[in-house]
């Protein structure tokens, strides 16, 4: 087996490094630390997005009728990496380029797959993710907003939360259900944000003031052609984008930068001989590549085209375990430097990390799925 990143690989790295050397010089504390959604690295976004683009850097793993080099999944991942450690400066684009184009390209119309992926491959769009409703986090086919059939399309009324991204997005991957209970009736649709009908409302969250908002919809109508997949088929399309969400961000990544970071740190501050404080980094530090790995052996399923199985969220609870391992040496031995302004990279790292045991899936269930399809176990035990 080949562990080494092959020569297209390094060189792919290397471009992006060039494009990542372009960012401004205060990007750790005047960009990164309130995260991707933050206003400022979202409308830094559209121009960085750009330049990715001019260098056909978005896309490569995807085919190249779509935009991409026909390069393999790991390529993906080597993005994912570089970007999401520096704090994620193509913002949500990567939503877009990770798991919303692949759904289109599986279950697009050909008309869509033309207009939406060359336009993601182009890095023209910021994208949110219309998900999770106030009684339907977890329980997402619990989701009650509702896309009514009308003539030319639907009209949708009801409301979503916690929807990141969603104030200054170009489009939504919204779910609405078409008549149907549980996971029947579910369907998506691609929605342009400045649809009529389509109200944002901030919430302000700990871990940033301009992540979370509610979205309202009034009647909003949908062109027939907004539908993705079959009306009431959205199910099966959520399957697939879960096992590339979950692990779409390279998230041990930014906990390994951010563990050398601290470690940087504790040298500084003359406590790096103190035994206690070595054994909890190597015990971070294991975790961290723990995490790797195990997020390798995933892309290494996608790279050989087999389905994706339990890996994925193995993969998920090992990366939130490392998040929340570096995080947590950053508050037991440098808290001064977590306050705004201290220190942006720690600060990043330590934001991220507050959400990821509930983003894209909270770990308890990335628990039962892993007891369940994993190990087998019967449920309830
Ligand atoms: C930073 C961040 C960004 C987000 N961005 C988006 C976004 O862009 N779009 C979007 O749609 N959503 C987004 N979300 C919402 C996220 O998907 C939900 O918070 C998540 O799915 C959990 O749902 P919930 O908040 O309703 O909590 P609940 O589902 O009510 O869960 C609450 C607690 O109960 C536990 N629990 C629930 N059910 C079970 C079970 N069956 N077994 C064991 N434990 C269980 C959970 O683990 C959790 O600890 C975001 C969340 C965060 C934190």
């Given at each position: 087996?080949?562990?080494a990143?092959n020569e297209?690989?390094?060189?792919y790295r290397?471009?992006?490094r060039?494009?990542?050397?372009?960012?401004?010089?205060?990007?750790w504390?005047?960009y990164?630390?309130h995260?991707?959604?933050?206003p400022?690295?979202?409308?830094h976004?559209?121009?960085?997005?750009a330049r990715?683009?001019?260098?056909?850097l978005?896309v490569?793993?995807?085919?190249?009728e779509?935009g991409g080099?026909d390069?393999?999944?790991?390529?993906?991942?080597?993005?994912s990496?570089e970007?999401?450690?520096i704090?994620?400066?193509?913002s949500?684009?990567y939503?877009?380029?990770?798991?919303?184009?692949p759904a289109?390209?599986k279950?697009?119309?050909?008309?869509q797959k033309?207009?939406?992926?060359?336009a993601?491959?182009?890095?023209e769009?910021?994208?949110c993710?219309?998900?999770?409703?106030?009684?339907?986090?977890?329980?997402?086919?619990?989701?009650?907003?509702?896309?009514?059939?009308?003539e030319?399309?639907?009209?949708?009324?009801?409301?979503?939360?916690?929807?990141?991204?969603?104030?200054?997005?170009?489009?939504?991957?919204?779910?609405?259900?078409?008549g149907?209970?549980g996971?029947?009736?579910?369907?998506?649709f691609l929605?342009?944000?400045?649809?009529h009908?389509?109200?944002?409302?901030?919430?302000?969250?700990?871990?940033s003031?301009?992540d979370?908002?509610e979205v309202?919809?009034?009647?909003?109508f949908?062109?027939a052609d907004?539908?993705?997949?079959?009306?009431?088929?959205?199910?099966?399309?959520?399957?697939?984008?879960i096992h590339?969400?979950?692990?779409g961000?390279?998230?041990y990544?930014?906990a390994?930068?951010?563990l050398?970071?601290?470690v940087?740190?504790l040298?500084?501050?003359?406590v790096w001989?103190?035994?206690?404080?070595?054994?909890?980094?190597?015990?971070?530090?294991?975790?961290?590549?723990?995490?790797r790995?195990?997020?390798?052996?995933?892309?290494?399923?996608?790279?050989?085209?087999?389905?994706?199985?339990?890996?994925t969220?193995l993969?998920r609870?090992?990366?939130?375990?490392?998040?929340?391992?570096?995080?947590?040496?950053s508050s037991?031995y440098l808290?001064?430097?977590?306050?705004?302004?201290?220190?942006?990279?720690?600060?990043?790292?330590?934001?991220?990390?507050i959400?990821?045991g509930?983003a894209?899936?909270?770990?308890e269930?990335q628990?039962?799925?892993?007891?369940?399809?994993h190990?087998?176990l019967?449920?309830?035990?």
């Amino acid at each position: 087996m080949e562990f080494a990143w092959n020569e297209a690989e390094e060189a792919y790295r290397a471009e992006l490094r060039e494009v990542i050397a372009t960012l401004p010089g205060d990007w750790w504390d005047a960009y990164a630390p309130h995260g991707p959604s933050s206003p400022r690295l979202m409308e830094h976004a559209r121009t960085f997005n750009a330049r990715l683009a001019a260098r056909d850097l978005i896309v490569r793993h995807w085919p190249r009728e779509y935009g991409g080099q026909d390069a393999s999944a790991w390529q993906q991942i080597i993005i994912s990496e570089e970007m999401w450690s520096i704090g994620e400066p193509r913002s949500s684009l990567y939503l877009g380029a990770n798991w919303a184009g692949p759904a289109i390209m599986k279950f697009g119309t050909a008309a869509q797959k033309q207009k939406w992926l060359r336009a993601i491959a182009g890095g023209e769009l910021l994208w949110c993710q219309g998900f999770s409703e106030p009684e339907a986090g977890t329980d997402l086919s619990n989701m009650k907003t509702r896309a009514e059939p009308v003539e030319g399309g639907y009209l949708v009324n009801g409301s979503k939360i916690w929807t990141s991204y969603a104030a200054r997005a170009d489009v939504m991957f919204l779910l609405a259900r078409v008549g149907g209970k549980g996971k029947g009736g579910v369907s998506c649709f691609l929605v342009p944000m400045d649809t009529h009908g389509i109200e944002v409302r901030p919430i302000p969250g700990v871990h940033s003031r301009w992540d979370f908002h509610e979205v309202f919809f009034t009647d909003a109508f949908l062109p027939a052609d907004a539908l993705l997949g079959e009306e009431a088929g959205g199910w099966t399309i959520v399957q697939t984008i879960i096992h590339y969400e979950r692990i779409g961000a390279g998230r041990y990544e930014k906990a390994r930068r951010g563990l050398d970071h601290v470690v940087g740190r504790l040298k500084e501050r003359g406590v790096w001989d103190d035994p206690v404080v070595r054994a909890d980094c190597a015990a971070a530090l294991a975790l961290v590549e723990a995490a790797r790995l195990q997020t390798y052996l995933v892309i290494d399923g996608r790279a050989k085209d087999s389905d994706p199985g339990a890996e994925t969220y193995l993969a998920r609870f090992a990366m939130i375990q490392a998040d929340h391992a570096v995080a947590n040496l950053s508050s037991a031995y440098l808290p001064d430097l977590l306050v705004d302004g201290a220190d942006g990279h720690l600060r990043s790292q330590f934001n991220s990390a507050i959400t990821a045991g509930i983003a894209a899936g909270a770990a308890e269930v990335q628990l039962n799925m892993i007891s369940g399809r994993h190990l087998g176990l019967p449920r309830g035990a």
